[in-house]
């Protein structure tokens, strides 16, 4: 009988990253990212596998279909999802314009399995961030107001596409969006991105947000956004 070579691609990639588990780390793994009931995390499970491994075995299978990738990324398991997000964005990299649009496209339409921070941080810019860069930058705008976390986290992570060419102006303005935000791990995302902001754009163009908003930031996003700053200037903004 004629084996599919799809179930079979996917039957590999499931058997080498399961022979990796380790029960200790995976038990640490759910504590780090806080998964018990209540926590943003709830309900994720791990198998305990180190990230250059999982690099590791979707470089081996590059070739693997985006159906196969689909199913990875519905699965249970946070190692498997990231597996399924880096083979996205190593398609999306070698793609043509239609198929960077259609793994954009299911990447946009799966957020509900892009369900927390690594998850989000590792594929954003890659994916989200350079098919905007093309059109469509309003999109990172209403992401930046959805009710859904990790949509807003992928707004405010996918302008760090912009940072890297230089381009500031999308981040303040999705900062300015996430301002007031509930919740810790958008503030430490702002934060992060205003540092990069001064970092590889202009520190200028960060001081100059800082001093209109730094009064009214959540102070986890204020001191994320200062950390390079030199101590006087740290004080500075601080006392605000």
């Known amino acids: ?3 599919n070579s799809n179930e079979s691609k996917s039957s590999t990639i499931r058997s080498e990253l399961r022979s990796l588990k380790n029960p200790e780390k995976a038990k640490i793994l759910s504590g780090f990212f806080k998964t018990g009931p209540g926590e943003y995390g709830e309900g ?3 198998l305990g596998i180190a990230v250059p491994d999982i690099r590791r075995i979707v470089k ?8 196969e990738i689909m199913e990875l990324l519905h699965s249970g398991y946070h190692e498997e999802r990231l597996a399924a997000l880096l083979f996205m964005v190593a398609r999306y990299q070698r793609g ?3 198929l960077k649009k259609e793994i954009f496209d299911l990447y946009l339409n799966n957020t509900a399995y892009i369900n927390s921070w690594d998850l989000v941080d590792l594929t954003a810019p890659h994916i989200v961030g350079e098919q905007l860069a093309r059109k469509g930058r309003s999109l990172l705008m209403k992401l930046a107001q959805s009710e859904i ?3 807003r986290r992928i707004a405010i992570l996918a302008s760090f596409y912009f940072i890297r060419k230089g381009e500031s102006r999308i981040t303040l303005n999705i900062a300015k969006v996430l301002l007031h935000d509930s919740q810790d791990l958008i503030h430490k995302a702002v934060g992060w991105m205003l ?3 001064g970092k590889r754009c202009s520190i200028e163009a960060e001081c100059v947000f800082l001093d209109r908003y730094a009064a009214f930031m959540p102070r986890t996003m204020l001191r994320y956004a200062i950390e390079r700053f030199p101590k006087d200037l740290k004080e500075h903004y601080m006392k605000k």
């Not at 081996?60 to 159906?67: A, D, E």
Request: proline share 0%; net charge positive.
């Open 1 to 3: 009988m004629k084996t």
């Open 44 to 46: 994720d499970r791990f």
């Open 60 to 67: 081996t299978h590059r070739h693997v279909s985006l159906k």
């Open 96 to 98: 043509d314009a239609a």
């Open 149 to 151: 976390l990790w949509e």
């Open 195 to 197: 540092r990069e902001v």
